[in-house]
């Protein structure tokens, strides 16, 4: 088992701490070395290297761990903290407490560490390439020391344009990280100056997904680690739903074991894939942008693979949007009618034993979204989920809950949606004995009565539902503080005023009444 002083949350707990526990990107892991190496020996030409994949690959862990084998400190600022203009700076120059410079450029410390700044998910920073004026700078810089408030950034302003010149200026290597570089870049049409831009500063490596043969390892691991077996369906199984994911293999052998401690079998995964399902959109709309580009029938087979979709659902895909990508109506009645086709393959598996009908339907979805259509595709088209593969509104779509977990957390939305809700609506569940009386998580959240039910999958036009709204209220507003209690007061004072005020036909009403 593993050691009681140990993190709870699985992925930390198991977090690899050097080069020999990581799985996968080797030629990545080696270009990260080689330019960390550069620096024992100077300022390289490129100060930063960013590092783009999608998430749960392990390029966080990579960073750390090689710090860790060359003996680095590593200061980090993620997407929990404020990174606007101010907070970029305040990591970029309180680094340079752990070096001192000679005058010939080489590094020197009385505890002979050198720091690596890394900056998680740079993709999440919101706003423009606008800088921020240094006195607004200072004001934030200096908060808590009689600063005018009015003048304090807020959110991630001026972050992204401090982020370039920390690339510029920085005496300490810079590594960061992000899921999609488009979000970084920016949806405009100076997209492309903006990469240019980035990558004159920074190294670009792209990370890939890993195989399933290192997720097996990396579970069975874990496994060993905490004392539980399991059946090798079962495994197979999860790896299949986390397709090259470490991050998210780890999460749900966590939340397996917390009903199923000594073994886990092929129902115990059955039931976490039904509960803890996540939206797995990443990559998925660059993916499909490349597909409607290519022109190639292997290359449009081979990203069709990519987009962790089912054939029927990569059909669905496919169908609802060629009507927004094509523009002439022979490449429509082309694009359908082998969309007709794959649909065929894919309702022939329920009625022969004809094993490759997925390997058909999924072919000829990819053959619908490129090579079915020889027109100039246009420089920019809009690419929308299907309608009508809604499951429904769920609970996770509701912007208020995901707004007030995100400021709650320190947390970005995105991140919340993809990390933290679905662990939160899986021990919510009735599977795993969530009780919607028990109102602790929601008002430890801030949620009001609409999201409690709303967590619980309970619909509000119940009756039952309208009660339990009304005790959630009344529970929330006696477990306010006694400031929040006393505005309460204030305000149901003032109410009354005005009620005897109106009640009074002598009174003379004023403009503040009104």
């Known amino acids: 088992m593993a050691d009681v002083d140990s993190p709870e949350d699985w992925t930390e707990r198991y977090r690899p701490r050097a080069t020999r526990d990581l799985e996968g990107n080797d030629t990545q892991r080696k270009r990260i070395r080689n330019w960390l190496t ?19 690959v392990g390029k966080t862990s990579l960073a750390t761990a090689i710090a860790n084998d060359m003996g680095w400190d590593v200061i980090e600022l993620n997407a929990s903290d404020q990174r606007n203009a101010a907070a970029i700076r305040r990591a970029s120059t309180g680094s340079a407490n752990h070096f001192t410079f000679s005058m010939d450029g080489s590094f020197g410390s009385e505890n002979n560490r050198r720091t690596l700044i890394l900056l998680d998910e740079v993709d999440h920073l919101s706003g423009t390439f606008r800088q921020a004026s240094e006195k607004r700078i200072a004001a934030t810089l200096g908060a808590g020391l009689d600063s005018d408030e009015k003048n304090q950034l807020r959110g991630d302003s001026g972050g992204k344009a401090e982020l370039l010149k920390m690339l510029q200026n920085t005496k300490q290597p810079v590594l960061l990280t992000c899921n999609d570089p488009m979000r970084l870049w920016g949806k405009g049409g100076q997209w492309r100056t903006t990469r240019d831009r980035f990558s004159r500063l920074a190294e670009i490596i792209e990370f890939n997904r890993v195989s399933d043969s290192a997720l097996k390892r990396i579970a069975n691991r874990v496994m060993v680690a905490e004392g539980v077996t399991a059946d090798a369906i079962a495994i197979d199984r999860l790896v299949a739903v986390n397709p090259g994911d470490i991050r998210a293999i780890v999460r749900d052998l966590q939340a397996i074991c917390a009903t199923s401690p000594n073994h886990i079998d092929e129902q115990a995964v059955l039931e976490q894939i039904e509960m803890g399902q996540r939206d797995q959109q990443i990559d998925l709309f660059p993916g499909l942008e490349k597909l409607y580009r290519t022109l190639d029938s292997k290359e449009a087979a081979r990203l069709s693979l990519l987009l962790d979709k089912t054939p029927d659902e990569f059909i669905a895909w496919v169908t609802w949007n060629n009507a927004s990508v094509m523009r002439q109506p022979e490449s429509w009645a082309r694009a359908s009618k082998t969309l007709s086709i794959a649909a065929q393959s894919i309702f022939v598996r329920y009625s022969n034993l004809a094993y490759r009908s997925s390997y058909w339907a999924g072919n000829l979805g990819s053959l619908a979204a490129s090579v079915a259509s020889t027109e100039k595709r246009p420089d920019r088209f809009s690419l929308q989920f299907p309608a009508f593969l809604r499951r429904g509104n769920e609970a996770w779509r509701r912007s208020s809950i995901v707004e007030r977990l995100a400021e709650t957390c320190g947390a970005s939305e995105m991140a919340v949606r993809e990390e933290l809700w679905p662990a939160l609506r899986a021990i919510s ?38 009660l339990l709204a009304e005790k959630y209220d009344e529970v929330q507003i006696v477990n306010a503080s006694p400031g929040v209690q006393s505005d309460l007061q204030q305000i149901d004072d003032e109410i009354i005023e005005v009620a005897e005020q109106t009640n009074d036909d002598s009174a003379q009403k004023s403009l503040d009444f009104f």
């Open 38 to 56: 550069q620096w024992e020996r100077g300022i390289p030409d490129k100060r930063g290297m960013l590092l783009s994949g999608p998430p749960g």
């Open 429 to 466: 569940s009735d599977k795993l004995n969530g009780d919607p009386d028990n109102f602790d998580i929601s008002l430890a959240f801030g949620l009001s009565s609409g999201d409690h039910l709303a967590l619980h999958g309970l619909r509000a036009n119940l009756k039952t539902s309208k």
